[in-house]
């Protein structure tokens, strides 16, 4: 048997899907009892050179589901894009509800995570980036200096997501599904499964020169941070992937941020 490789951990370089690879985290202990964030990494994805898989999971009601999804749901999506190489959206939706099955088998009633993922790799047409995203996390590209979202926060209080809930016979009590949950789609949370899904909103994205760097975070991030502000942040002065995303962390701390946070940049 070989080494057991740990997908948490910074990969090695040279790359070979990504210029760079930066990531930090923070409990932020004066707001949070634990650290329920969880991650993945993996260059050269499924062994294939020019691949990456990357990945940022923010859980909630526990550790329980984010450490299961953490360790697994990366070789979830290798199966489903082994099945439909040709088809990643396809892939990426059988996944998601594949992962979200498993945690009801296991009882996940009161617990869950959002779930950002993000595939690069190079396609007969070029280098090409898949993004699938469920819940608060959010991905954001620098597209020449200015800041792309390629998620969707899905939350209440956005007009889609609250429609969709009373449609199917919830409600949304001070601001929160059930007066207990803020995000409307999520992987567990199977008490609420009937309004809190698990269909992820995905983007894709053919890149180019003009696409620098891929930042993934949590909520913890974008509660006191906006997309351009991020970008801004690290357009200059830090030369590597991991002192951009330190940076980021210590600028999230020093505006106040009262959440776990997770940052990750990837140099493209």
């Known amino acids: 048997m070989g080494d057991v490789v740990d997908y948490t951990k910074v990969p090695q370089a040279p790359y070979k899907s990504v210029r760079d690879i930066g990531f930090c985290e923070e409990q932020n202990r004066r707001h949070r009892r634990t650290m329920e964030d969880g991650h993945c990494m993996i260059d050269g994805f499924r062994g294939n050179e020019g691949e990456g898989y990357f990945a940022i999971y923010d859980g909630h009601g526990g550790k329980g589901a984010v450490l299961k999804v953490q360790k ?40 869950g995570t959002t779930s950002i993922t993000c595939l690069v790799r190079k396609e007969s047409t070029g280098r090409k980036l898949y993004v699938a995203n469920c819940g608060d996390a959010r991905v954001v590209i620098n597209e020449g200096g200015v800041a792309r979202r390629l998620t969707v926060d899905h939350k209440c209080g956005e007009q889609e997501e609250d429609d969709r809930i009373r449609q199917t016979g919830g409600c949304i009590l001070r601001g929160r599904v059930s007066g207990i949950l803020a995000v409307s789609r999520a992987l567990g949370d199977h008490a609420m499964k009937d309004w809190v899904i698990s269909t992820p909103y995905q983007e894709q994205v053919d890149l180019e020169d003009k696409h620098t760097q891929l930042i993934l975070a949590c909520d913890g991030v974008w509660d006191v ?31 106040g941020s009262k959440d776990n946070i997770s940052v990750m940049v990837v140099l493209l």
């Open 72 to 111: 697994e749901f990366h070789n979830v999506i290798e199966t489903y894009l082994n099945d439909n190489d040709e088809n990643v959206p396809e892939a990426f939706n059988g996944a998601y509800g594949f992962m979200d099955g498993e945690l009801a088998t296991q009882d996940f009633m009161h617990c």
């Open 225 to 255: 941070l906006s997309d351009q502000e991020v970008v801004d942040l690290i357009k200059e002065g830090e030369s590597t992937a991991q002192e951009m995303a330190d940076k980021i962390l210590r600028t999230s701390l020093e505006k």
